[in-house]
């Protein structure tokens, strides 16, 4: 049984950070990309960062280039999210999401095969 959960989320002050954290089971991890999606409610699932499967290769939406960093440890089983300089606009639920691929970094939530169940983040101003 696959699971992903992730961890992390909570209210932080803009300007702050947080580090959010997936743990995952019941796959192969080495052999699975990686992404972090966010989502607000009446929005589409959108894309924050993705990390290949061996760690070399990172995709990061424009948004948030320069104030996160996706990392992996496939010793762990684990993929964290370092969010530095948090934003209002940064409020969402965050998703971790796992698809065997063999060449890119994709980015269409439809591409991603399992998920977790999300965990909130809020930054107030």
């Known amino acids: 049984q696959v699971q992903l959960v992730e961890s992390g989320g909570r209210l932080v002050q803009a300007g702050g950070s947080l580090r959010l954290s997936c743990a995952v089971s019941?796959?192969?991890?080495?052999?699975?990309?990686m992404g972090w999606f966010r989502q607000v409610p009446g929005k589409e699932r959108e894309p924050a960062a993705v990390?290949?499967?061996?760690?070399?290769?990172?995709y990061y939406a424009d948004s948030v280039k320069g104030r996160f960093t996706i990392s992996r440890d496939n010793a762990k089983n684990t993929v964290d999210l370092q969010m530095n300089t948090l934003k209002p606009e940064d409020t969402a639920v965050f998703y971790c999401?796992?698809?065997?691929?063999?060449?890119?970094?994709?980015?269409?939530?439809?591409?991603?095969?399992?998920w977790g169940q999300g965990t909130q983040v809020t930054v107030s101003s």
């Open positions: 999401a796992a698809v065997p691929w063999v060449r890119g970094l994709p980015t269409r939530p439809r591409d991603y095969t399992y």
């Open positions: 019941g796959l192969t991890f080495s052999d699975y990309v």
């Open positions: 990390i290949s499967r061996g760690g070399a290769s990172t």
